[in-house]
């Protein structure tokens, strides 16, 4: 069960702790998951994740898909397909207006029309009513500072290569 969350803010791609994002719904939340999704896929998800860290919110809902800019189901479908997994097999788009952007009535269908896929929502909430949560908060906190210090590590290694290969043109 993977207990690190991404979430779509207004601001864009963030972490957040799941009894966190629960206090925000109001009530309103469901968790769905494919049988077959297994550790090492559930590894593969959260990497495709991290990797979008930090893109902002797409509120062009109905424009191309630009992977710069995500909106919530729009970055759930996208996570998938980075680790080779086309959940609703749409077709890319062409011009500037998408009608074919995953939208969350899409993964509502799901329970419905696919019958692979299985509400647990009954039990992240057993997880939540039994404090089971409360003990993985430090766990979240700093998986999330690793995960921000390793980005910034590469960012840094990035800027690094850059700058000698500017300064190597100098050279010659």
């Not at 939208?103 to 057993?126: G, N, Q």
Request: aromatic share 12%; with cysteine.
């Amino acid at each position: 069960m993977v207990f690190l969350y991404m979430l779509i803010l207004l601001v864009g791609v963030d972490l957040i702790f799941f009894p966190d994002l629960i206090n925000k719904s109001d009530g309103n939340w469901k968790v769905i998951r494919h049988p077959e999704l297994n550790d090492d896929v559930e590894v593969k998800i959260k990497q495709a994740g991290v990797f979008h860290l930090n893109k902002s919110y797409n509120y062009g809902i109905i424009l191309k898909e630009n992977e710069k800019s995500l909106f919530c189901s729009q970055f759930v479908d996208l996570v998938y397909r980075t680790i080779g997994v086309n959940i609703f097999n749409r077709e890319e788009s062409k011009g500037l207006i998408h009608r074919n952007n995953v939208l969350p009535v899409d993964f509502e269908r799901l329970l419905v029309d696919d019958k692979i896929w299985m509400d647990v929502t009954k039990v992240y909430l057993d997880k939540i009513r039994d404090n089971f949560m409360d003990f993985l908060k430090p766990h979240f906190q700093m998986e999330k500072s690793l995960i921000a210090i390793s980005r910034n590590m590469r960012s840094d290694h990035s800027f690094a290569l850059d700058l000698v290969q500017a300064l190597s043109g100098f050279v010659e």
